[in-house]
């Protein structure tokens, strides 16, 4: 029997990606096909780290089978990760895959397993793997109500974004406020720019070629998930200056983990007590 569906393609982010640009970044987007339609995420420019936090909604999704044969094995999600080029057509960086988690009509939405957790997902570039996708998807059957008795999309909103929706509420992760210092002590080259999610940070523009950096570079507040788990990493590039203001990359590496550099600032509260206690 024909049942109809929606899907709904929840891209939060990615971390790790393939350098595809010269600069040692992309810029990137992701193309996500389900049975006969696909849709793309907006392209973000010169990172390793989207955070794309966006939901793609792919409406009137038919699907022959028995019920309990889509609830317990639906078909399989593509997802393609692409540079966007200024001049020709976009660059192939990575594909991963990924099973929805299926509602029927008949069935409540509600935890445990709704709404849908975000999780990583591999990707790989032919045998080699290509970074991470954080994302979530769930698969919704269409009842005799139709559309009106699906679960509401559940803010926030951007005016901003036009019509990209963002990632719902109770999907998306909790934000938190982040300060990221970073001492730079011996460079070999020129240029040290560091990228955390989109935002990039110039470290030095020296011409000795032993410079010593003794000082601080603070990032503007960043927003970060509570988890850590879900951090992004920070991407670490050394550019060379060349003439007529070329740079070309020397090196680059990533601090995949920022769990071990994170402080918190002791509780005053508990601070207080502990002292008139």
């Given at each position: 029997?024909?049942?109809?569906?929606?899907?709904?393609?929840?891209?939060?982010?990615?971390?790790?990606?393939?350098?595809?640009?010269?600069?040692?970044?992309?810029?990137?987007?992701?193309?996500?096909?389900?049975?006969?339609?696909?849709?793309?995420?907006?392209?973000?420019?010169?990172?390793?780290?989207?955070?794309?936090?966006?939901?793609?909604?792919?409406?009137?999704?038919?699907?022959?089978?028995?019920?309990?044969?889509?609830?317990?094995?639906?078909?399989?999600?593509?997802?393609?990760?692409?540079?966007?080029?200024?001049?020709?057509?976009?660059?192939?960086?990575?594909?991963?895959?990924?099973?929805?988690?299926?509602?029927?009509?008949?069935?409540?939405?509600?935890?445990?397993?709704?709404?849908?957790?975000?999780?990583?997902?591999?990707?790989?570039?032919g045998n080699s793997t290509a970074g991470d996708l954080l994302a979530a998807f769930e698969l919704l059957q269409i009842g005799p109500g139709g559309k009106s008795d699906l679960p509401p999309i559940d803010g926030p909103t951007d005016m901003d974004r036009g019509p990209i929706l963002p990632v719902p509420l109770g999907i998306r992760p909790v934000l938190s406020k982040y300060r990221v210092e970073v001492s730079a002590l011996e460079l070999q080259m020129s240029v040290v720019s560091l990228v955390c999610r989109q935002e990039s940070l110039s470290v030095a523009d020296i011409h000795n070629p032993h410079p010593a950096l003794d000082n601080q570079h603070t990032f503007p507040s960043q927003d970060l998930p509570e988890n850590e788990l879900l951090h992004p990493p920070l991407n670490i590039r050394v550019v060379d200056c060349r003439a007529f203001g070329r740079y070309t990359l020397v090196g680059s590496h990533a601090v995949s983990s920022l769990r071990k550099f994170i402080y918190r600032p002791p509780d005053k509260k508990a601070q207080h007590w502990n002292m008139t206690g």
């Open positions: 029997e024909k049942q109809v569906f929606q899907l709904r393609a929840h891209m939060y982010q990615a971390r790790s990606l393939f350098a595809a640009d010269s600069s040692g970044l992309s810029d990137p987007f992701a193309r996500v096909f389900f049975i006969s339609q696909s849709q793309c995420t907006e392209v973000l420019n010169e990172t390793l780290c989207p955070t794309w936090d966006q939901l793609l909604v792919f409406d009137n999704v038919e699907l022959y089978g028995e019920v309990h044969e889509m609830r317990d094995d639906p078909p399989i999600i593509v997802i393609e990760i692409y540079d966007q080029d200024t001049v020709g057509k976009a660059d192939f960086m990575g594909r991963t895959f990924a099973k929805p988690v299926v509602k029927m009509s008949d069935e409540h939405y509600s935890p445990p397993r709704f709404p849908p957790q975000l999780e990583y997902y591999q990707i790989y570039r």
